[in-house]
């Protein structure tokens, strides 16, 4: 099947080649902008955990128990974690099965892998979470699910990614209509050259037949 002329046309080829470093420029983009939004809401996600744990550490002992039951109980979506472990390591109060064996005490927001125990069954999760160590000797857990923080960079990328498809149709489309109007003007071009050569011809052929005539 022959391909129309257009395609096989240099300025088509040029706005191909120009749609195809717009996509990835595009992608690249989208790419950093994906990052950069699912780094900010963890980030926002450590930084909101990290509050409630100093604002719950200073508490007394009594009060923070009363403060984690607290926190469960308004948490009707489920993400919030929390929980006290004695020095011994057994549970005093909380949603957690134990204290995760990969989790720094004292140290910033991390991820790890927890076992929570609120919903009837042992759910494993991978969570952001933060410990400290109570002047009492207690440890005070407090963490958040992110995979809501995951869905809405999933759902952002998706969209970024769906401003693709125009943009890519739009430069093909703007080389598809360039590449005709050039071959126009192509073809007004060989039809005036045409035109000229005809008049020539048609002009020698009348010089020639008047010579003759003379001739005779």
């Not at 809401?41 to 509050?51: A, C, E, H, P, Y």
């Not at 410990?131 to 005070?140: P, S, T």
Request: proline share 3%; charged share 25%.
């Amino acid at each position: 099947m022959r391909q129309p002329q257009f395609i096989r046309s240099n300025t088509f080829h040029w706005a191909l080649m120009v749609a195809g470093v717009f996509a990835v420029f595009v992608i690249v983009l989208f790419g950093f902008i994906y990052w950069k939004i699912d780094d900010y809401l963890i980030t926002r996600s450590d930084g909101v955990i990290t509050v409630e744990l100093d604002g719950i550490a200073g508490l007394s002992p009594q009060r923070r128990l009363e403060a984690i039951d607290e926190k469960l109980r308004e948490d009707p979506r489920g993400v919030q974690l929390a929980a006290i472990f004695a020095a011994d390591g057994h549970r005093i109060t909380g949603n957690l099965e134990s204290l995760p064996s990969h989790l720094q005490i004292d140290a910033p927001a991390q991820g790890t892998d927890i076992v929570r125990t609120d919903r009837g069954t042992r759910q494993h999760e991978v969570v952001r979470a933060i410990a400290r160590r109570m002047r009492n000797g207690d440890v005070l857990v407090l963490g958040r699910n992110v995979d809501e923080t995951m869905e809405i960079s999933h759902v952002v990328g998706q969209a970024l990614a769906l401003g693709l498809l125009p943009g890519f149709c739009l430069c093909l489309l703007a080389g598809a209509w360039l590449s005709v109007r050039a071959q126009k003007r192509v073809e007004e071009v060989n039809q005036r050259v045409q035109r000229i050569i005809a008049g020539r011809r048609r002009a020698v052929f009348e010089i020639g037949g008047y010579r003759q005539r003379h001739a005779r």
